[in-house]
Protein backbone atom coordinates (compact mmCIF):
# COMPACT_ATOMS: atom_id res chain seq x y z
CA UNK A 1 0.00 0.00 0.00
CA UNK A 2 1.07 3.70 -0.96
CA UNK A 3 0.01 7.10 -1.12
CA UNK A 4 0.20 8.88 -4.29
CA UNK A 5 1.48 12.00 -4.75
CA UNK A 6 0.38 14.07 -8.40
CA UNK A 7 2.35 17.18 -8.32
CA UNK A 8 2.12 19.91 -11.20
CA UNK A 9 1.21 17.48 -13.88
CA UNK A 10 0.53 18.77 -17.30
CA UNK A 11 -0.15 16.86 -20.50
CA UNK A 12 -1.28 18.58 -23.60
CA UNK A 13 -2.88 16.40 -27.21
CA UNK A 14 -1.66 18.67 -29.93
CA UNK A 15 -2.93 21.68 -29.07
CA UNK A 16 -5.45 20.49 -26.15
CA UNK A 17 -4.39 20.91 -23.10
CA UNK A 18 -5.70 17.42 -21.53
CA UNK A 19 -3.99 18.29 -18.07
CA UNK A 20 -3.10 21.59 -16.66
CA UNK A 21 -0.75 21.83 -13.73
CA UNK A 22 -2.86 19.21 -11.64
CA UNK A 23 -1.92 18.41 -8.16
CA UNK A 24 -3.29 16.14 -5.71
CA UNK A 25 -2.04 14.33 -2.98
CA UNK A 26 -4.08 10.86 -2.40
CA UNK A 27 -3.32 9.82 1.34
CA UNK A 28 -2.35 6.07 1.96
CA UNK A 29 -5.30 4.01 2.37
CA UNK A 30 -8.19 6.57 0.79
CA UNK A 31 -10.88 6.19 -1.07
CA UNK A 32 -10.47 8.96 -3.68
CA UNK A 33 -12.97 9.74 -6.71
CA UNK A 34 -11.98 12.02 -9.44
CA UNK A 35 -15.17 13.43 -10.64
CA UNK A 36 -15.67 15.93 -14.40
CA UNK A 37 -17.93 16.15 -16.73
CA UNK A 38 -16.43 14.26 -20.20
CA UNK A 39 -13.65 15.75 -21.69
CA UNK A 40 -12.60 17.17 -17.92
CA UNK A 41 -8.96 15.12 -17.95
CA UNK A 42 -10.50 13.06 -15.30
CA UNK A 43 -9.46 9.71 -17.10
CA UNK A 44 -6.18 11.49 -18.81
CA UNK A 45 -5.19 11.69 -15.28
CA UNK A 46 -6.01 8.43 -13.98
CA UNK A 47 -3.86 7.19 -16.99
CA UNK A 48 -0.58 8.99 -15.83
CA UNK A 49 -1.04 7.72 -12.45
CA UNK A 50 -1.22 4.05 -13.78
CA UNK A 51 1.24 4.71 -16.38
CA UNK A 52 -0.13 4.21 -19.85
CA UNK A 53 0.59 7.40 -20.90
CA UNK A 54 3.58 9.93 -19.31
CA UNK A 55 2.69 13.81 -18.70
CA UNK A 56 4.85 16.54 -20.60
CA UNK A 57 5.89 17.61 -17.32
CA UNK A 58 5.29 17.43 -13.68
CA UNK A 59 6.17 14.45 -10.80
CA UNK A 60 4.05 11.29 -10.26
CA UNK A 61 5.07 9.54 -7.10
CA UNK A 62 3.76 5.93 -5.86
CA UNK A 63 4.89 5.62 -2.04
CA UNK A 64 7.75 7.95 -1.72
CA UNK A 65 9.04 6.78 -5.29
CA UNK A 66 8.97 8.87 -8.37
CA UNK A 67 7.14 7.10 -11.41
CA UNK A 68 6.33 9.61 -13.79
CA UNK A 69 8.72 7.89 -16.37
CA UNK A 70 7.79 4.32 -15.23
CA UNK A 71 5.58 2.05 -17.78
CA UNK A 72 2.29 0.92 -16.55
CA UNK A 73 3.65 -2.92 -15.99
CA UNK A 74 6.03 -1.74 -13.86
CA UNK A 75 4.27 0.25 -11.43
CA UNK A 76 2.89 -2.39 -9.36
CA UNK A 77 -0.65 -1.05 -9.96
CA UNK A 78 -4.40 -2.57 -10.17
CA UNK A 79 -6.69 -1.81 -12.97
CA UNK A 80 -10.34 -2.10 -13.10
CA UNK A 81 -11.70 -1.03 -16.73
CA UNK A 82 -14.97 0.47 -17.55
CA UNK A 83 -15.58 -2.75 -20.14
CA UNK A 84 -13.89 -4.67 -17.50
CA UNK A 85 -11.16 -6.12 -19.77
CA UNK A 86 -11.47 -9.62 -18.73
CA UNK A 87 -9.47 -11.99 -21.00
CA UNK A 88 -12.13 -13.83 -22.88
CA UNK A 89 -9.77 -16.70 -24.20
CA UNK A 90 -9.22 -17.97 -20.51
CA UNK A 91 -11.78 -19.02 -17.06
CA UNK A 92 -12.41 -16.47 -14.62
CA UNK A 93 -9.68 -18.41 -12.27
CA UNK A 94 -6.98 -18.11 -14.86
CA UNK A 95 -8.21 -14.36 -15.55
CA UNK A 96 -7.77 -13.63 -12.03
CA UNK A 97 -4.15 -15.10 -12.20
CA UNK A 98 -2.98 -13.86 -14.94
CA UNK A 99 -0.91 -11.12 -12.44
CA UNK A 100 0.37 -13.91 -10.53
CA UNK A 101 1.06 -16.00 -13.57
CA UNK A 102 3.46 -13.13 -15.75
CA UNK A 103 5.34 -12.69 -12.20
CA UNK A 104 6.13 -16.52 -12.24
CA UNK A 105 4.61 -17.18 -9.07
CA UNK A 106 4.44 -21.10 -8.50
CA UNK A 107 1.36 -23.21 -9.04
CA UNK A 108 0.54 -23.69 -5.34
CA UNK A 109 0.45 -20.03 -4.42
CA UNK A 110 -1.23 -18.83 -7.63
CA UNK A 111 -4.08 -21.35 -7.33
CA UNK A 112 -4.79 -20.70 -3.51
CA UNK A 113 -4.08 -16.65 -4.27
CA UNK A 114 -6.56 -16.85 -6.63
CA UNK A 115 -9.18 -18.70 -4.22
CA UNK A 116 -8.78 -16.05 -1.87
CA UNK A 117 -9.42 -13.23 -4.59
CA UNK A 118 -12.33 -14.99 -6.00
CA UNK A 119 -13.99 -15.62 -2.36
CA UNK A 120 -13.50 -11.74 -1.33
CA UNK A 121 -15.41 -11.13 -4.27
CA UNK A 122 -18.10 -14.06 -4.10
CA UNK A 123 -17.44 -15.52 -6.63
CA UNK A 124 -15.54 -18.68 -5.41
CA UNK A 125 -17.49 -21.42 -7.04
CA UNK A 126 -17.11 -19.57 -10.46
CA UNK A 127 -13.66 -20.10 -11.52
CA UNK A 128 -13.93 -22.47 -14.12
CA UNK A 129 -16.71 -20.24 -15.89
CA UNK A 130 -15.75 -18.19 -19.06
CA UNK A 131 -16.55 -14.38 -18.72
CA UNK A 132 -18.98 -14.46 -21.19
CA UNK A 133 -21.05 -16.79 -19.00
CA UNK A 134 -21.01 -14.10 -16.40
CA UNK A 135 -23.38 -10.88 -15.92
CA UNK A 136 -22.11 -7.68 -15.61
CA UNK A 137 -21.96 -7.59 -12.09
CA UNK A 138 -20.06 -11.28 -11.86
CA UNK A 139 -17.83 -9.57 -14.38
CA UNK A 140 -17.30 -6.44 -12.34
CA UNK A 141 -15.99 -8.65 -9.29
CA UNK A 142 -13.74 -10.67 -11.90
CA UNK A 143 -12.20 -7.84 -12.88
CA UNK A 144 -11.60 -6.23 -9.24
CA UNK A 145 -10.09 -10.03 -8.02
CA UNK A 146 -7.92 -10.12 -11.24
CA UNK A 147 -6.65 -6.30 -10.20
CA UNK A 148 -6.04 -6.96 -6.28
CA UNK A 149 -4.50 -10.19 -6.37
CA UNK A 150 -1.63 -9.45 -7.22
CA UNK A 151 -1.16 -6.46 -4.15
CA UNK A 152 -0.86 -3.70 -6.02
CA UNK A 153 -0.04 -0.26 -4.17
CA UNK A 154 -2.56 1.26 -5.75
CA UNK A 155 -5.81 0.04 -7.30
CA UNK A 156 -7.22 2.51 -10.35
CA UNK A 157 -10.86 2.47 -11.08
CA UNK A 158 -12.14 3.83 -14.13
CA UNK A 159 -16.04 4.48 -14.28
CA UNK A 160 -15.98 1.13 -12.98
CA UNK A 161 -19.81 0.86 -12.48
CA UNK A 162 -20.86 2.71 -15.20
CA UNK A 163 -22.07 -0.56 -17.43
CA UNK A 164 -24.41 -1.56 -14.56
CA UNK A 165 -28.16 -0.70 -14.30
CA UNK A 166 -29.13 1.11 -11.35
CA UNK A 167 -29.83 -1.58 -8.87
CA UNK A 168 -26.62 -3.20 -9.61
CA UNK A 169 -24.52 0.01 -9.42
CA UNK A 170 -26.05 0.50 -5.72
CA UNK A 171 -25.09 -3.18 -4.57
CA UNK A 172 -21.35 -2.90 -6.22
CA UNK A 173 -20.94 0.36 -4.78
CA UNK A 174 -21.10 -1.02 -1.10
CA UNK A 175 -19.63 -4.09 -1.85
CA UNK A 176 -16.63 -1.96 -3.90
CA UNK A 177 -16.17 -0.25 -0.38
CA UNK A 178 -16.66 -3.03 1.86
CA UNK A 179 -13.32 -4.56 0.09
CA UNK A 180 -12.00 -1.89 -0.32
CA UNK A 181 -12.18 -1.04 3.53
CA UNK A 182 -11.17 -4.98 4.09
CA UNK A 183 -7.42 -4.48 2.41
CA UNK A 184 -7.08 -0.61 3.21
CA UNK A 185 -5.79 -0.08 -0.35
CA UNK A 186 -5.03 3.64 -1.86
CA UNK A 187 -8.05 3.95 -4.66
CA UNK A 188 -8.41 6.54 -6.97
CA UNK A 189 -11.52 6.27 -9.17
CA UNK A 190 -12.60 8.05 -12.04
CA UNK A 191 -16.54 8.59 -12.13
CA UNK A 192 -19.02 11.29 -13.79
CA UNK A 193 -21.67 10.26 -11.48
CA UNK A 194 -21.84 12.71 -8.27
CA UNK A 195 -23.59 10.70 -6.27
CA UNK A 196 -21.31 7.34 -6.46
CA UNK A 197 -18.77 10.19 -5.66
CA UNK A 198 -20.41 11.52 -2.44
CA UNK A 199 -21.41 8.30 -1.17
CA UNK A 200 -18.43 5.74 -1.72
CA UNK A 201 -15.15 8.30 -1.38
CA UNK A 202 -13.57 10.07 1.61
CA UNK A 203 -12.38 12.63 -0.54
CA UNK A 204 -13.68 13.77 -4.15
CA UNK A 205 -11.30 16.04 -6.84
CA UNK A 206 -13.12 17.82 -9.21
CA UNK A 207 -11.57 18.50 -12.62
CA UNK A 208 -12.66 20.81 -15.47
CA UNK A 209 -10.94 21.27 -18.70
CA UNK A 210 -7.67 19.96 -17.45
CA UNK A 211 -7.53 21.69 -14.03
CA UNK A 212 -7.88 20.52 -10.67
CA UNK A 213 -11.43 22.89 -9.57
CA UNK A 214 -11.53 21.48 -5.85
CA UNK A 215 -10.64 18.67 -3.74
CA UNK A 216 -11.36 17.97 -0.37
CA UNK A 217 -14.22 15.28 1.52
CA UNK A 218 -17.58 14.96 0.20
CA UNK A 219 -19.25 16.93 2.89
CA UNK A 220 -16.69 19.78 2.54
CA UNK A 221 -17.08 20.21 -1.40
CA UNK A 222 -21.18 20.35 -0.94
CA UNK A 223 -21.51 22.23 2.12
CA UNK A 224 -18.47 24.58 0.77
CA UNK A 225 -18.45 24.84 -3.32
CA UNK A 226 -15.47 27.41 -3.92
CA UNK A 227 -16.90 27.75 -7.52
CA UNK A 228 -19.85 28.25 -9.32
CA UNK A 229 -18.96 24.75 -11.28
CA UNK A 230 -18.29 22.87 -8.25
CA UNK A 231 -21.33 24.13 -6.42
CA UNK A 232 -23.68 22.94 -9.59
CA UNK A 233 -21.51 19.92 -10.76
CA UNK A 234 -21.80 18.40 -7.32
CA UNK A 235 -25.39 18.65 -6.51
CA UNK A 236 -27.92 21.52 -7.24
CA UNK A 237 -27.63 24.69 -6.56
CA UNK A 238 -29.32 27.55 -6.51
CA UNK A 239 -27.17 30.35 -7.86
CA UNK A 240 -27.11 34.05 -6.99
CA UNK A 241 -25.43 36.49 -8.92
CA UNK A 242 -24.45 40.06 -7.61
CA UNK A 243 -21.75 42.83 -6.12
CA UNK A 244 -20.40 41.70 -2.98
CA UNK A 245 -21.06 43.65 0.47
CA UNK A 246 -18.88 42.79 3.00
CA UNK A 247 -21.25 39.89 4.65
CA UNK A 248 -23.10 38.54 1.47
CA UNK A 249 -23.90 40.05 -1.82
CA UNK A 250 -26.78 42.75 -3.26
CA UNK A 251 -29.26 41.59 -6.62
CA UNK A 252 -29.14 43.81 -9.47
CA UNK A 253 -32.84 44.48 -7.95
CA UNK A 254 -31.79 45.43 -4.64
CA UNK A 255 -32.44 42.71 -2.65
CA UNK A 256 -29.86 41.75 0.14
CA UNK A 257 -28.46 38.32 0.47
CA UNK A 258 -26.42 37.68 3.92
CA UNK A 259 -23.51 34.83 3.97
CA UNK A 260 -21.77 33.33 6.35
CA UNK A 261 -19.93 30.30 4.32
CA UNK A 262 -17.22 30.64 1.88
CA UNK A 263 -15.02 33.48 0.58
CA UNK A 264 -14.60 36.69 2.46
CA UNK A 265 -14.79 39.24 -0.51
CA UNK A 266 -14.29 43.07 -0.46
CA UNK A 267 -17.35 45.02 -1.41
CA UNK A 268 -18.22 45.93 -4.75
CA UNK A 269 -16.63 43.01 -6.71
CA UNK A 270 -18.74 40.68 -8.49
CA UNK A 271 -20.14 37.89 -6.81
CA UNK A 272 -22.30 34.80 -6.48
CA UNK A 273 -23.96 33.14 -3.57
CA UNK A 274 -25.07 29.28 -3.86
CA UNK A 275 -27.77 27.97 -1.85
CA UNK A 276 -28.77 24.25 -1.81
CA UNK A 277 -32.34 23.36 -2.86
CA UNK A 278 -32.97 21.69 0.53
CA UNK A 279 -31.74 24.45 2.70
CA UNK A 280 -34.27 26.71 1.78
CA UNK A 281 -38.13 26.53 3.81
CA UNK A 282 -41.31 27.15 1.45
CA UNK A 283 -44.29 29.16 3.05
CA UNK A 284 -47.57 31.31 1.67
CA UNK A 285 -47.22 33.97 3.56
CA UNK A 286 -44.29 36.11 5.67
CA UNK A 287 -45.91 35.28 9.08
CA UNK A 288 -43.99 31.99 9.94
CA UNK A 289 -40.68 33.63 10.70
CA UNK A 290 -37.66 32.33 12.47
CA UNK A 291 -34.96 34.99 13.46
CA UNK A 292 -32.13 32.54 11.58
CA UNK A 293 -33.74 32.72 8.11
CA UNK A 294 -32.69 36.04 7.62
CA UNK A 295 -32.70 35.92 3.85
CA UNK A 296 -35.89 36.25 2.43
CA UNK A 297 -37.47 36.43 -1.46
CA UNK A 298 -40.64 36.29 -2.86
CA UNK A 299 -41.78 34.06 -6.03
CA UNK A 300 -44.27 32.08 -7.30
CA UNK A 301 -44.65 28.26 -8.14
CA UNK A 302 -44.80 27.30 -11.23
CA UNK A 303 -44.33 23.30 -10.97
CA UNK A 304 -44.20 20.74 -8.32
CA UNK A 305 -42.41 17.56 -9.07
CA UNK A 306 -43.10 14.91 -6.73
CA UNK A 307 -40.88 12.25 -5.95
CA UNK A 308 -42.06 10.61 -2.96
CA UNK A 309 -40.09 11.24 -0.02
CA UNK A 310 -39.64 14.81 -1.08
CA UNK A 311 -40.90 17.29 -3.93
CA UNK A 312 -39.51 20.07 -5.75
CA UNK A 313 -40.94 22.93 -6.40
CA UNK A 314 -39.61 25.09 -8.76
CA UNK A 315 -40.47 29.10 -8.39
CA UNK A 316 -40.36 31.96 -10.38
CA UNK A 317 -38.69 34.97 -9.08
CA UNK A 318 -37.11 38.06 -10.99
CA UNK A 319 -36.82 36.23 -14.53
CA UNK A 320 -35.05 33.02 -12.31
CA UNK A 321 -36.18 29.69 -11.62
CA UNK A 322 -35.32 28.51 -7.77
CA UNK A 323 -35.18 25.01 -7.01
CA UNK A 324 -36.97 24.13 -3.07
CA UNK A 325 -36.37 20.61 -2.15
CA UNK A 326 -39.27 19.67 0.47
CA UNK A 327 -39.12 16.64 2.39
CA UNK A 328 -42.43 14.88 2.32
CA UNK A 329 -43.71 15.36 5.94
CA UNK A 330 -47.23 15.32 5.28
CA UNK A 331 -47.68 19.03 5.55
CA UNK A 332 -50.09 20.88 2.90
CA UNK A 333 -48.81 20.69 -0.74
CA UNK A 334 -48.35 23.97 -2.45
CA UNK A 335 -50.19 24.42 -5.66
CA UNK A 336 -48.68 25.84 -8.86
CA UNK A 337 -49.39 29.40 -9.53
CA UNK A 338 -49.18 29.84 -5.77
CA UNK A 339 -47.50 32.93 -4.81
CA UNK A 340 -44.61 31.75 -1.78
CA UNK A 341 -42.15 33.11 0.20
CA UNK A 342 -38.48 31.70 0.66
CA UNK A 343 -36.47 31.94 3.78
CA UNK A 344 -33.05 30.42 4.07
CA UNK A 345 -30.41 31.06 6.61
CA UNK A 346 -26.85 33.16 5.89
CA UNK A 347 -25.12 29.78 7.34
CA UNK A 348 -26.77 27.91 4.34
CA UNK A 349 -25.04 30.82 1.48
CA UNK A 350 -22.25 29.90 0.14
CA UNK A 351 -20.67 33.19 -1.15
CA UNK A 352 -18.45 32.50 -4.18
CA UNK A 353 -16.26 34.46 -5.94
CA UNK A 354 -17.16 35.60 -9.71
CA UNK A 355 -14.99 33.74 -11.79
CA UNK B 1 -48.33 -19.66 -51.71
CA UNK B 2 -48.23 -21.61 -55.23
CA UNK B 3 -45.67 -18.58 -56.32
CA UNK B 4 -43.45 -18.96 -53.26
CA UNK B 5 -43.24 -23.18 -53.64
CA UNK B 6 -42.63 -22.14 -57.94
CA UNK B 7 -39.78 -19.70 -56.54
CA UNK B 8 -38.62 -21.86 -54.34
CA UNK B 9 -38.42 -24.42 -56.41
CA UNK B 10 -36.13 -22.22 -58.89
CA UNK B 11 -34.05 -21.63 -56.30
CA UNK B 12 -33.30 -25.05 -55.71
CA UNK B 13 -32.81 -25.85 -59.16
CA UNK B 14 -30.71 -22.86 -59.90
CA UNK B 15 -28.17 -23.77 -57.07
CA UNK B 16 -28.49 -27.24 -58.06
CA UNK B 17 -27.00 -25.81 -61.73
CA UNK B 18 -24.17 -23.74 -60.07
CA UNK B 19 -23.17 -26.97 -57.96
CA UNK B 20 -22.97 -28.96 -60.97
CA UNK B 21 -21.34 -26.68 -62.96
CA UNK B 22 -18.91 -26.09 -60.43
CA UNK B 23 -18.54 -29.51 -59.62
CA UNK B 24 -19.27 -32.04 -62.46
CA UNK B 25 -16.10 -31.59 -63.99
CA UNK B 26 -13.93 -32.14 -60.97
CA UNK B 27 -16.43 -35.32 -60.04
CA UNK B 28 -15.74 -36.75 -63.54
CA UNK B 29 -12.52 -36.54 -63.56
CA UNK B 30 -12.12 -38.01 -60.13
CA UNK B 31 -14.03 -40.74 -61.25
CA UNK B 32 -12.04 -41.32 -64.49
CA UNK B 33 -8.78 -41.73 -62.43
CA UNK B 34 -10.24 -44.71 -61.31
CA UNK B 35 -11.46 -45.93 -64.43
CA UNK B 36 -9.35 -48.44 -66.11
CA UNK B 37 -9.32 -46.62 -69.84
CA UNK B 38 -7.11 -44.17 -70.16
CA UNK B 39 -9.17 -42.36 -72.69
CA UNK B 40 -12.48 -41.62 -70.89
CA UNK B 41 -14.20 -45.06 -72.12
CA UNK B 42 -17.38 -46.31 -70.34
CA UNK B 43 -18.44 -48.56 -69.75
CA UNK B 44 -16.30 -47.77 -65.91
CA UNK B 45 -14.26 -50.55 -64.72
CA UNK B 46 -13.20 -49.51 -61.42
CA UNK B 47 -8.88 -49.66 -61.06
CA UNK B 48 -6.65 -48.03 -58.87
CA UNK B 49 -3.87 -48.89 -61.10
CA UNK B 50 -3.15 -44.83 -62.18
CA UNK B 51 -2.94 -44.41 -58.61
CA UNK B 52 -0.30 -47.18 -58.05
CA UNK B 53 1.59 -45.84 -61.24
CA UNK B 54 1.98 -42.71 -59.74
CA UNK B 55 4.29 -44.27 -56.64
CA UNK B 56 6.37 -44.96 -59.92
CA UNK B 57 6.80 -41.70 -61.69
CA UNK B 58 9.64 -40.08 -59.64
CA UNK B 59 9.63 -37.13 -61.00
CA UNK B 60 6.15 -36.35 -60.65
CA UNK B 61 6.60 -37.56 -57.13
CA UNK B 62 9.96 -35.75 -56.69
CA UNK B 63 7.67 -32.28 -57.80
CA UNK B 64 5.06 -33.16 -55.23
CA UNK B 65 7.50 -32.54 -52.54
CA UNK B 66 9.06 -29.78 -54.00
CA UNK B 67 5.58 -28.12 -53.70
CA UNK B 68 4.80 -29.26 -50.11
CA UNK B 69 8.10 -28.34 -48.54
CA UNK B 70 7.78 -24.96 -50.62
CA UNK B 71 4.29 -24.55 -49.46
CA UNK B 72 4.95 -25.26 -46.00
CA UNK B 73 7.99 -23.36 -45.72
CA UNK B 74 6.21 -19.91 -47.34
CA UNK B 75 3.09 -21.17 -45.05
CA UNK B 76 5.69 -20.71 -41.81
CA UNK B 77 7.55 -17.25 -43.34
CA UNK B 78 4.14 -15.50 -44.09
CA UNK B 79 2.28 -16.33 -41.02
CA UNK B 80 5.14 -15.46 -39.05
CA UNK B 81 5.81 -12.23 -40.64
CA UNK B 82 2.29 -11.67 -42.01
CA UNK B 83 0.99 -11.56 -38.07
CA UNK B 84 3.97 -9.44 -36.81
CA UNK B 85 3.25 -6.91 -39.70
CA UNK B 86 -0.51 -7.41 -38.81
CA UNK B 87 0.62 -6.48 -34.90
CA UNK B 88 2.87 -3.78 -36.10
CA UNK B 89 0.35 -1.69 -38.39
CA UNK B 90 -2.15 -2.54 -35.17
CA UNK B 91 -0.22 -0.95 -32.62
CA UNK B 92 2.17 1.85 -33.87
CA UNK B 93 1.47 4.95 -35.87
CA UNK B 94 5.16 5.71 -37.87
CA UNK B 95 5.41 7.43 -40.78
CA UNK B 96 4.08 6.13 -44.41
CA UNK B 97 1.84 3.88 -42.85
CA UNK B 98 -1.64 4.74 -44.55
CA UNK B 99 0.90 4.41 -47.76
CA UNK B 100 2.43 1.04 -46.58
CA UNK B 101 -1.10 -0.50 -46.15
CA UNK B 102 -2.79 0.86 -49.14
CA UNK B 103 0.58 -1.04 -50.97
CA UNK B 104 0.02 -4.25 -49.71
CA UNK B 105 -3.30 -4.63 -51.44
CA UNK B 106 -2.55 -3.96 -55.47
CA UNK B 107 -0.25 -7.39 -55.86
CA UNK B 108 -3.34 -9.21 -54.76
CA UNK B 109 -4.79 -7.88 -57.77
CA UNK B 110 -1.77 -7.94 -60.13
CA UNK B 111 -1.95 -10.70 -62.80
CA UNK B 112 0.19 -13.32 -61.33
CA UNK B 113 1.49 -13.28 -65.15
CA UNK B 114 2.72 -10.25 -65.02
CA UNK B 115 4.14 -10.62 -61.17
CA UNK B 116 6.13 -13.23 -62.67
CA UNK B 117 7.54 -11.94 -65.11
CA UNK B 118 8.55 -9.09 -63.67
CA UNK B 119 9.54 -11.59 -60.86
CA UNK B 120 11.94 -13.47 -63.23
CA UNK B 121 13.49 -10.48 -64.54
CA UNK B 122 14.24 -8.75 -61.14
CA UNK B 123 15.50 -12.44 -59.73
CA UNK B 124 17.85 -12.41 -62.90
CA UNK B 125 18.98 -9.00 -62.00
CA UNK B 126 19.94 -9.44 -58.46
CA UNK B 127 21.28 -12.82 -59.08
CA UNK B 128 18.75 -15.21 -57.80
CA UNK B 129 18.20 -16.32 -61.22
CA UNK B 130 15.22 -19.48 -61.26
CA UNK B 131 15.16 -22.79 -59.12
CA UNK B 132 13.62 -23.28 -55.98
CA UNK B 133 14.53 -20.58 -53.67
CA UNK B 134 13.43 -17.93 -56.09
CA UNK B 135 9.97 -20.08 -56.35
CA UNK B 136 9.83 -20.13 -52.48
CA UNK B 137 10.42 -16.04 -52.81
CA UNK B 138 7.83 -15.64 -55.29
CA UNK B 139 5.36 -17.71 -53.28
CA UNK B 140 6.23 -15.35 -50.06
CA UNK B 141 6.21 -12.14 -51.58
CA UNK B 142 2.20 -13.30 -53.01
CA UNK B 143 1.11 -15.00 -50.02
CA UNK B 144 2.00 -12.63 -47.53
CA UNK B 145 -0.69 -9.75 -48.62
CA UNK B 146 -3.57 -12.09 -47.83
CA UNK B 147 -1.77 -12.94 -44.62
CA UNK B 148 -1.81 -9.37 -43.56
CA UNK B 149 -5.14 -8.73 -44.65
CA UNK B 150 -6.76 -11.87 -42.84
CA UNK B 151 -5.06 -11.12 -39.25
CA UNK B 152 -5.63 -7.98 -39.30
CA UNK B 153 -9.44 -7.76 -40.26
CA UNK B 154 -8.97 -10.41 -36.81
CA UNK B 155 -7.02 -7.32 -34.92
CA UNK B 156 -9.97 -5.23 -36.02
CA UNK B 157 -12.37 -7.05 -33.42
CA UNK B 158 -9.63 -6.84 -30.59
CA UNK B 159 -10.50 -4.64 -28.00
CA UNK B 160 -7.62 -2.75 -27.13
CA UNK B 161 -8.11 -2.58 -23.21
CA UNK B 162 -7.35 -5.94 -23.67
CA UNK B 163 -3.50 -5.33 -23.94
CA UNK B 164 -3.84 -1.99 -21.28
CA UNK B 165 -4.95 -4.63 -18.85
CA UNK B 166 -2.28 -7.31 -19.50
CA UNK B 167 0.11 -4.50 -18.91
CA UNK B 168 -0.94 -2.64 -15.60
CA UNK B 169 -1.31 -6.85 -14.41
CA UNK B 170 2.96 -6.64 -14.77
CA UNK B 171 2.68 -8.34 -18.01
CA UNK B 172 5.89 -7.21 -20.78
CA UNK B 173 5.16 -6.81 -24.15
CA UNK B 174 6.12 -10.57 -24.85
CA UNK B 175 3.98 -11.81 -22.81
CA UNK B 176 1.19 -9.65 -23.47
CA UNK B 177 1.12 -10.78 -27.33
CA UNK B 178 1.75 -14.50 -26.64
CA UNK B 179 -0.82 -14.56 -23.81
CA UNK B 180 -3.69 -11.96 -24.64
CA UNK B 181 -3.36 -10.67 -28.95
CA UNK B 182 -2.39 -14.00 -30.15
CA UNK B 183 -4.75 -16.30 -28.44
CA UNK B 184 -7.36 -14.02 -30.14
CA UNK B 185 -6.19 -13.35 -33.24
CA UNK B 186 -4.91 -17.36 -33.73
CA UNK B 187 -8.39 -17.97 -36.10
CA UNK B 188 -6.91 -15.27 -38.53
CA UNK B 189 -3.40 -16.50 -38.15
CA UNK B 190 -4.59 -20.23 -38.76
CA UNK B 191 -7.01 -18.93 -42.05
CA UNK B 192 -3.87 -17.08 -42.96
CA UNK B 193 -1.66 -19.43 -42.89
CA UNK B 194 -3.80 -21.74 -45.02
CA UNK B 195 -4.32 -18.98 -47.22
CA UNK B 196 -0.63 -18.95 -48.04
CA UNK B 197 -0.50 -22.84 -48.13
CA UNK B 198 -3.28 -22.63 -50.80
CA UNK B 199 -1.89 -20.05 -52.49
CA UNK B 200 1.75 -21.54 -52.96
CA UNK B 201 0.54 -25.23 -53.39
CA UNK B 202 -1.76 -24.06 -56.36
CA UNK B 203 0.42 -21.75 -57.92
CA UNK B 204 1.39 -22.23 -61.35
CA UNK B 205 2.01 -19.07 -63.42
CA UNK B 206 5.19 -17.82 -60.97
CA UNK B 207 6.39 -21.17 -60.69
CA UNK B 208 6.47 -21.71 -63.72
CA UNK B 209 8.22 -18.93 -64.43
CA UNK B 210 11.16 -19.12 -61.75
CA UNK B 211 11.35 -23.33 -62.17
CA UNK B 212 14.45 -24.91 -64.10
CA UNK B 213 13.53 -28.08 -66.09
CA UNK B 214 14.94 -30.69 -63.43
CA UNK B 215 13.35 -28.55 -60.28
CA UNK B 216 10.12 -27.91 -60.64
CA UNK B 217 6.43 -28.12 -58.55
CA UNK B 218 3.62 -29.91 -59.30
CA UNK B 219 1.81 -28.09 -61.35
CA UNK B 220 4.27 -27.14 -63.63
CA UNK B 221 5.26 -30.43 -63.67
CA UNK B 222 1.49 -31.34 -64.58
CA UNK B 223 1.37 -29.13 -67.09
CA UNK B 224 4.85 -30.29 -68.50
CA UNK B 225 2.95 -33.67 -68.51
CA UNK B 226 -0.05 -32.72 -70.36
CA UNK B 227 2.18 -30.96 -73.11
CA UNK B 228 3.84 -34.55 -73.69
CA UNK B 229 0.94 -36.48 -73.86
CA UNK B 230 -2.36 -37.28 -71.29
CA UNK B 231 -2.26 -40.24 -69.19
CA UNK B 232 -5.04 -40.83 -66.11
CA UNK B 233 -1.91 -40.54 -63.47
CA UNK B 234 -2.63 -36.70 -63.66
CA UNK B 235 -6.26 -37.35 -63.40
CA UNK B 236 -5.11 -39.54 -60.69
CA UNK B 237 -2.61 -36.67 -59.06
CA UNK B 238 -5.26 -33.52 -59.68
CA UNK B 239 -8.04 -35.80 -57.48
CA UNK B 240 -5.44 -35.78 -54.99
CA UNK B 241 -4.39 -31.67 -54.86
CA UNK B 242 -7.95 -31.10 -55.05
CA UNK B 243 -9.18 -33.19 -52.14
CA UNK B 244 -6.19 -31.66 -50.12
CA UNK B 245 -6.78 -28.10 -51.33
CA UNK B 246 -10.95 -28.79 -50.68
CA UNK B 247 -10.07 -30.02 -46.98
CA UNK B 248 -7.82 -26.61 -46.47
CA UNK B 249 -10.24 -24.61 -47.52
CA UNK B 250 -12.89 -25.96 -45.58
CA UNK B 251 -10.97 -25.40 -42.67
CA UNK B 252 -9.93 -21.93 -43.47
CA UNK B 253 -14.11 -21.64 -43.80
CA UNK B 254 -14.48 -23.56 -40.36
CA UNK B 255 -11.72 -21.45 -38.72
CA UNK B 256 -12.30 -17.87 -40.62
CA UNK B 257 -15.77 -15.97 -39.99
CA UNK B 258 -14.50 -12.65 -41.32
CA UNK B 259 -14.78 -10.78 -37.55
CA UNK B 260 -17.56 -12.54 -36.43
CA UNK B 261 -18.21 -14.89 -34.04
CA UNK B 262 -15.48 -16.10 -31.89
Known amino acids: MAGVQVSNVSRSFGAHKALDDVSIDFADGGFYALLGPSGSGKTTLLRQIAGFDFPDSGRISIGGESVERVPVEKRRIGMVFQNYALFPNMSVADNVAFGLS ?90 HDQEEALTMSDRIGILRDGRLVQEGPPEEIYDRPKSEFAATFLGNANIFRGDATGNGIR ?44 NMLK ?18 RAGQTLKVIVQNTGADRLAEGQDVVLRWSPESTVLIAAG | MMTTRILEGLGRFYIGLLLAFLYLPIIIMALMSFNVSPFYQLPFEWTTEWYASLWHNDQLIAATWNSLEIAIVTTIICVVLGSAASLALYRYEFRGKKLLQALLFPPIAIPWLITGTAMLIFFFGVGIGRGLFAILLGHVALALPYVIVVVSARLQTFAPELEEAARSLGANQWQVTMRVTLPWIMPGVIAGGLFAFAVSFDQFVVSYFLATPGQTTLPVEIYAAIRKGFTPEINAVSTIIIVVSMALMLLTARFFKFGGEK
Open chain 1, 102 to 191: VRGENKAVIASEVQRALDLVQLGKLGRRRPHQLSGGQRQRVALARAIVTKPRVLLLDEPLGALDKALRVDMQIELKRIQREIGITTIFVT
Open chain 1, 251 to 294: LPDGTAIAAKVGDRLAGGAKASCAVRPERIRIATDAVVSDAADA
Open chain 1, 299 to 316: GKVSKRIFAGNNSTYFVE
